[in-house]
């Protein structure tokens, strides 16, 4: 077994110099979150009263199924609820770093050249999985330091810290035998994305359940996300949910390690699927191409925006009577919507996430460019009369027509989630929708800078696109709380958005953010025709 591991170190080393800016901006963003939280809820929420009803706002349906059960109406307790979603991406994160480290490129032929060198046959995912677990490491420690610095109990910070790590830990190890059960990284990643989704729809029926009186409670003990919310950090620790979570990781690990060690090189342990005897008309067209390699990403991410918006939208009618005995949250909630309304403030903040969720989608999209050519297949494809800038403009212009129809999907879904709360269905809908489409001015940026880094900077595409992302969601987070200058908060391209629903629309910003978005766009499509392709990853 030791002579199966050699040379993972090595490869330790080379996938920390890969991932050298993506992981530590994950990492410190992901930390940030609870920390910022645990930070400002005392300022929002001076008193007990105040507090109390913060905790039965949080305790609606709406916000358990998002967030994940109240324990306590503490600040630390009702800052980790609020922050319930970053678990989930921590989880998936980590999973997908897995995927990119052993089948991707197993995938690409780079795995079996090491191979022919001195490295052991697990060494590949050996190497990822402490990849993976220096960086849970980090942010375990980091978010337990933090939590400790505003002033918040030690038991209950190594509980949030030894919890957001476990959530990694478990969803790395099903990302490896996720890896090892499909010969294509995209069914990896389809495979590991699934069990997180039901591992948190598990957890979200239970919580749920339990929250509105019901027998199902129990469910939320089932699932790997449950735990983590289970551990209750500053309500009382359990500490028994890490021999759960200690197991899972483990075991799921032997799984993967077993797989790997049995099943052939590049081949996966599920059958690929045959295709069709003959391809269809549409692929004779590079379009075409572009959308059969972006349509099941596309379909998943839009059940995930759809039921995003479901459960956001239910929330709105909640948002008024928390407000109401709370002057000070009010005023806050104002000046991050700037709206006439605090239920306007309230959805135009959730525009601004929905609008971050679909720029990750657009970002991924763009780096399709990257991947197709890192594999050698952009070759193939421009060996027939096919243009660079066509090639490219498909998978840019799907990526974006993507996004545009992910934000009409959420906004409609959260339209008619609230328009069936207050009885205004024909109003709500073509409202929300229409001020979820001013998030694509912003999107429109974030995946130019993709493009700019594919053309530019090839090699370090991945890294400047997705720190780029990480950088406008720290300012976003960070920004009002520490109290940046207006210069930090304009390097934001959401900044300059006009805040909808009930604001007012200015046409000169999102002109400039268009003739940016085109101007930064045209550099990387003009280097791109000049360099040279690359399969260098």
């Known amino acids: 077994m030791r002579e199966s591991c050699t040379g993972t170190r090595e490869l330790v080393r080379l996938m920390m110099r890969r991932d050298r800016l993506v992981l530590p901006w994950w990492v410190l963003a992901l930390t940030m979150l609870p920390v910022l939280q645990a930070y400002g809820t005392p300022n ?9 009803s913060y905790a039965a706002t949080l305790q609606t349906p709406a916000f358990v199924a998002l967030y994940g059960p109240v324990f306590e109406a503490n600040p630390g307790s009702l800052a980790l609820t609020r922050s319930g979603i970053a678990p989930v991406i921590v989880a998936l994160i980590a999973a997908l770093i897995v995927i990119r480290h052993t089948r991707t490129e197993e995938e690409s032929g780079r795995t079996e050249l090491l191979a022919t060198t001195v490295v052991g046959r697990y060494a590949g995912l050996a190497a990822a999985l402490i990849t993976v677990s220096i960086g849970l490491a980090l942010m375990g420690t980091l978010l337990t330091v933090g939590m400790l610095a505003v002033g918040l109990p030690l038991a209950g910070s190594i509980a949030v810290g030894a919890s957001y790590a476990g959530a990694g830990l478990m969803f790395a190890a099903v990302g490896a035998v996720a890896a090892q059960l499909t010969a294509s990284a995209g069914g990896a990643r389809a495979i590991a994305s699934a069990a997180l989704g039901f591992a948190f729809a598990v957890r979200l029926s239970g919580d749920v359940s339990d929250a509105t009186g019901g027998s199902l409670g129990w469910l939320s003990f089932l699932s790997p996300i449950g735990w983590v919310h289970q551990a209750r950090p ?75 918006g479901f459960v956001l939208g239910s929330a709105g009618r909640g948002i008024e009577s928390l407000l109401a005995d709370n002057p000070a949250l009010q005023q806050a909630l104002e000046r991050l919507g700037g709206t006439q309304t605090v239920v306007d403030a309230y959805f135009s903040g959730i525009m601004g996430f929905l609008g971050l969720l679909a720029s990750g989608y657009a970002i991924a999209g763009v780096l399709k460019l990257r991947g197709e050519e890192t594999s050698l297949r952009a070759e193939l494809m421009l060996n027939a009369p096919v243009s660079r800038i066509r090639w490219a403009l498909g998978h840019i212009g799907i990526s974006l027509i ?31 929708a229409g001020a979820s489409l001013v998030q694509v001015a912003a999107v429109v940026v974030l995946a130019a800078i993709a493009v700019a880094a594919f053309g530019l900077v090839p090699r370090f595409a991945y890294s400047v696109s997705w720190t ?34 009930g604001g007012a629309v200015e046409g000169l910003p999102l002109l400039v953010l268009a003739v940016l978005a085109f101007s930064v766009t045209a550099a990387g499509l003009a280097a791109w025709r000049r360099r040279d392709v690359t399969g260098v990853g």
């Open 234 to 308: 500053y309500a009382g620790e359990q500490w028994w949910v890490f021999i759960p979570i200690t197991a899972f990781a483990v075991t799921l690990t032997a799984v993967a390690v077993t797989i790997a060690g049995r099943r052939d090189s590049g081949a996966g342990v599920l059958p690929s699927p045959l295709g069709p005897p003959a391809a269809g008309r549409a692929l004779s067209w590079p379009e075409g191409v572009a959308w059969r390699l972006h349509r099941g990403a596309f379909f998943g991410w839009a059940a995930g925006f759809v039921l995003l």
């Open 44 to 52: 929002l929420f001076p008193t007990d009263a105040q507090l109390r």
């Open 402 to 432: 993507g996004a545009v129809v992910l934000l009409l999907l959420g906004g409609s879904a959260m339209g008619l989630a609230h328009g069936i709360s207050v009885g205004d269905i024909s109003g709500q809908v073509p409202r929300l």
């Open 468 to 501: 780029a992302l990480a950088a406008v969601f720290l300012i976003g987070q960070v920004g009002a709380v520490l109290e940046l200058g207006q210069w930090a908060l304009n390097v934001s391209p959401f900044t300059h958005l006009p805040r909808l629903p």
